[in-house]
């Protein structure tokens, strides 16, 4: 059930960015081919997807919100492609393929993060079917998200940790930010469209956070245990780069534990809901059993 929905949420998705992404796009063509070499690279479309399962965990119809879930998905690209850069994590290959600043320098790197974040906020009001009032509210949560508060502050902070040993809590808000936040964005966005409730939205608030957390020690993990071709990018770099995280602050074995505990926790979040949110359930406990 988890995967036959996700594949076609995530095709649905797939769909919709080649509408958005067309060759007018942008003023110059080998702006428009490095936008869309990341941002058609494949991946799991997990934040759209998150997005559609919060509509309709509170009584929506996840997919009338692709369009937001496709701007969502140009905000994740941007931030992998300047994460990549050599100023930040320095990567050479993200999702298997030669990143972004390898094919067209980092210059253009540059400036396609920045026309894909530009763009999203274009493309979010394109979004039929809610009010203005909702739509402002799901503006607002994606901007903190991917602003000095979010996505950019968590970098800042991801940048001058390096090479540092720093303690638990910075690193759990280090995450929050950096990785956390988009999750959390996606997942308030989503039950926003859908219509939540109060009492909906504080516990899927409450879901997101843990998400976010067991993502980012799952991921931790698997930098230290995963495949290489899988993940598609090389493991063990947190290592090379002298980066805390949680297997290295704790254990490999406390880490597993850490994400266990979290995933329970977030299904506790969903424990006023019925089988709308079983794809959340499913999703959270996917997370630990991953591969890449």
Same mark, same amino acid.
């Given at each position: ?37 990341? =941002?058609?690279?494949? $991946? *799991? #479309?997990?934040?759209?997807?998150? &997005?559609?399962?919060?509509?309709? /965990?509170?009584? +929506? ?97 991801? =940048?001058?940790?390096? $090479? *540092? #040993?720093?303690?638990?809590?910075? &690193?759990?808000?280090?995450?929050? /930010?950096?990785? +956390? ?112």
């Amino acid at each position: 059930m988890l995967k036959e929905l996700w594949k076609k949420r995530l095709d649905l998705v797939e769909e919709k960015l080649v509408e958005e992404l067309r060759e007018e796009t942008a003023l110059d063509e080998t702006l428009c081919a490095s936008m869309k070499y990341s =941002l058609m690279a494949g $991946g *799991k #479309r997990l934040r759209p997807v998150l &997005l559609m399962a919060a509509a309709d /965990a509170v009584g +929506g119809k996840g997919e009338d919100f692709v369009v937001t879930g496709c701007a969502l998905e140009m905000i994740h690209t941007y931030s992998l492609i300047h994460d990549d850069l050599p100023a930040m994590d320095n990567d050479d290959y993200r999702r298997g393929k030669l990143t972004n600043h390898k094919i067209y320098g980092d210059g253009m790197a540059v400036l396609a993060g920045d026309a894909l974040l530009t763009m999203a906020f274009e493309v979010m009001l394109r979004q039929k079917g809610v009010s203005p009032e909702q739509l402002v509210s799901v503006i607002r949560e994606m901007s903190i998200a991917a602003g000095p508060c979010g996505m950019v502050g968590g970098q800042a902070i991801d =940048l001058e940790s390096e $090479g *540092k #040993r720093i303690a638990m809590e910075d &690193l759990r808000r280090m995450h929050m /930010a950096k990785t +956390g936040a988009l999750f959390r964005a996606a997942i308030r966005s989503g039950a926003i469209l859908g219509g939540a409730t109060e009492g909906q939205l504080a516990s899927l608030t409450e879901y997101a956070e843990k998400f976010g957390l067991a993502f980012q020690i799952t991921d931790d993990i698997l930098d230290v245990t995963g495949d290489e071709e899988a993940i598609g990018k090389p493991v063990g770099s947190d290592e090379r780069n002298h980066k805390s995280t949680y297997v290295s602050l704790t254990s490999l074995q406390e880490a597993k534990k850490l994400a266990l505990d979290t995933v329970d926790e977030a299904m506790e979040a969903l424990e006023d809901f019925g089988e709308e949110a079983d794809f959340l359930r499913d999703l959270v406990a996917y997370l630990v059993e991953r591969n890449k």
